[in-house]
């Protein structure tokens, strides 16, 4: 998601906005999150681009539809994330010899241009809910037999769970004296 930023180079204190709905495909085809299935399209961006002495600042709010498994049956579950972002885009000529090795979200092009793509990714991981329910008394899955329990009572619920590393052991046939 590259935007141009010839106008607002250089001229600290020009800001423009940035009001848009564009899809995903737009950010590129790295996976979003070790958690998330799918997000859809489109993703909601409004943010501001302030042109300071170091780069270009940029704030404001994205928005994101998200679909992740429930956190106890895995049915997937569709999640709404409004991740507020605060980076700078660094212009890398203005960047100190001596400053640290990683030099967060940088300029290119010549200082023309910024790409969002890996903002984009980073704030929705960040701002990810940790678990998702598809209702608070969600039954999950069977640790038996793998079933659904929110659709069948499969019957294994009063078993206590055998660890499958013993299970031979019930299958012994020990000497009686
Ligand atoms: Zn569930
Ligand atoms: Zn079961």
Redesign the pocket.
């Known amino acids: 998601m590259r935007i141009v930023v010839t106008d607002l180079v250089g001229h600290p204190g020009e800001t423009r906005a940035v009001d848009t709905a564009v899809p995903a495909s737009a950010f590129g085809d790295d996976p979003w999150g070790p958690t998330v299935d799918a997000v859809r399209d489109p993703i909601g961006l409004d943010l501001h681009l302030d042109s300071v002495v170091e780069g270009i600042l940029v704030r404001g709010t994205i928005h994101y539809d998200v679909q992740m498994p429930?956190g106890?049956?895995l049915?997937p579950q569709d999640e709404q994330v409004d991740a507020n972002v605060t980076e700078l885009f660094l212009d890398p000529a203005k960047r100190e010899e001596d400053e640290e090795d990683d030099p967060g979200y940088e300029l290119i092009d010549d200082a023309t241009a910024l790409d969002l793509s890996t903002l984009a990714r980073d704030a929705l991981v960040i701002d990810l809910p940790l678990r998702v329910?598809?209702?608070e008394d969600?039954q999950?899955l069977c640790p038996t037999c793998g079933g659904d329990r929110?659709l069948e009572d499969c019957g294994h619920r009063d078993e206590p769970l055998r660890d499958p590393r013993w299970s031979a052991l019930a299958d012994l046939e020990l000497p009686r004296e």
């Open positions: 429930c106890r049956c049915v329910l598809c209702r969600c999950g929110n």
